[in-house]
């Protein structure tokens, strides 16, 4: 639904199909849809949902290997992935516990949209988070992953007001459909003749979160 401010409330139910095709997602938010549409297949973003994409777990082989040790799995362990095979694993934000990168390709754009993400607990109370602070970095504890409390749940996400500048979604993998990023990049930049006036920019790939290279916006921006 539309804010008054000129942004789109999505609900946290809204399947990934959905926000996809939207009309107004579709010509205000471009890259928000090549993101969607660059995950997973039609069948997946057919039952994916809003929150559940945010919040959905590594896809570090380790991880869902249970005969090899991981802290996000079995905190204490070890972590598999820092001497085995890990062409797609993070290469920033990364720890010594845990290598496991975000495998979502929607978030990656709403971290470079400036999404908020609206949360409610068990007791009714309801609390705002910046899309950048949603989820956590591996440090010691990669078992948790997020800053949601025990029970707390997603309600829905608000995109800003779409910024000033072309917006794009690229994505290299190893295949052209159905395969997790390699990294990913969600960019919007305004230009005024040859100078770049304003840049976002946000990986995916590559760390635990989405990854917005604040320091490369400063230096296309200075």
Same mark, same amino acid.
């Given at each position: 639904e539309e804010t008054a401010e000129g942004g789109l409330r999505v609900g946290a139910q809204v399947r990934n199909s959905d926000l996809a095709a939207d009309p107004r997602v579709r010509s205000r938010y471009p890259m928000l849809t090549q993101a969607l549409l660059a995950g997973a297949s039609g069948q997946i973003r057919n039952k994916a949902s809003t929150s559940g994409n945010l919040l959905q777990r590594t896809r570090c082989p380790y991880f869902y290997d249970r005969n090899m040790p991981c802290n996000k799995r079995e905190p204490g362990t070890g972590? #598999?992935?820092?001497?085995?095979?890990?062409r797609m694993h993070a290469v920033l934000g990364e720890s010594e516990a845990c290598i496991a990168v975000h495998p979502s390709d929607m978030a990656v754009a709403m971290? *470079?949209?400036?999404a908020r993400i609206e949360t409610i607990s068990p007791g009714?109370?309801?609390? =705002?988070i910046s899309i950048g602070d949603l989820h956590r970095l591996p440090? #010691?504890?990669?078992?948790?992953? =997020?800053?949601?409390?025990? *029970?707390?749940?997603?309600?829905?996400v608000t995109l800003p007001p779409p910024p000033p500048g072309?917006?794009?979604?690229r994505k290299v993998r190893d295949r052209a459909s159905y395969a997790f990023a390699l990294v990913s990049v969600a960019a919007i930049v305004e230009?005024?003749?040859?100078r770049i006036r304003s840049a976002r920019i946000a990986m995916g790939g590559v #760390?635990?979160?989405p990854?917005?290279?604040?320091?490369?916006?400063?230096?296309? =921006?200075g």
């Open positions: 972590c #598999a992935a820092l001497q085995g095979f890990n971290a *470079g949209l400036d009714g109370e309801t609390r =705002t440090e #010691a504890t990669p078992h948790v992953e =997020t800053v949601l409390g025990h *029970g707390e749940m997603i309600a829905a072309q917006q794009v979604y230009k005024s003749g040859d #760390a635990a979160k990854w917005r290279a604040t320091e490369a916006e400063h230096m296309l =921006t």
